[in-house]
């Protein structure tokens, strides 16, 4: 098993910065490929990034390319998105999820565990 606790979230005005984390613990050491994604109100959840188990491949969905990374300590167990250039249509609960593969995915069902998510407000 694999817990996720997200942070970072929060309140911020168009054009600023955000950056969360999200702390694994469990077994962790199994080799996951990490994603974030998000979930507007009123619509599905929908993905944005993620990044390899060895962090040496990243993947992003169009709207957030330029804007968002994604990057990983092992040695911590945390990943993190870092998020520039905010809008306000990125307004949304944020989710970590882990999957037991190594390699990305942008398909929320290929993964395995999930955080409890972190709300990140962008205002106009």
């Known amino acids: 098993q694999v817990q996720l606790v997200e942070s970072g979230g929060g309140l911020v005005q168009a054009g600023g910065s955000l950056r969360l984390l999200c702390a694994a613990s469990?077994?962790?050491?199994?080799?996951?490929?990490m994603g974030w994604f998000r979930q507007a109100p009123g619509k599905e959840r929908e993905f944005v990034a993620a990044?390899?188990?060895?962090?040496?491949?990243?993947y992003y969905a169009d709207p957030v390319k330029g804007r968002f990374t994604i990057s990983r300590d092992n040695a911590k167990n945390t990943v993190y998105l870092q998020m520039n250039s905010l809008k306000p249509e990125d307004t949304a609960v944020f989710y970590c999820?882990?999957?037991?593969?190594?390699?990305?995915?942008?398909?929320?069902?290929?993964?395995?565990?999930w955080g409890q998510g972190t709300q990140v407000t962008v205002s106009s």
């Open positions: 999820a882990a999957r037991s593969n190594a390699y990305t995915s942008g398909r929320a069902a290929e993964y395995d565990y």
């Open positions: 469990g077994r962790t050491s199994s080799g996951f490929a």
């Open positions: 990044i390899s188990w060895r962090g040496s491949m990243t």
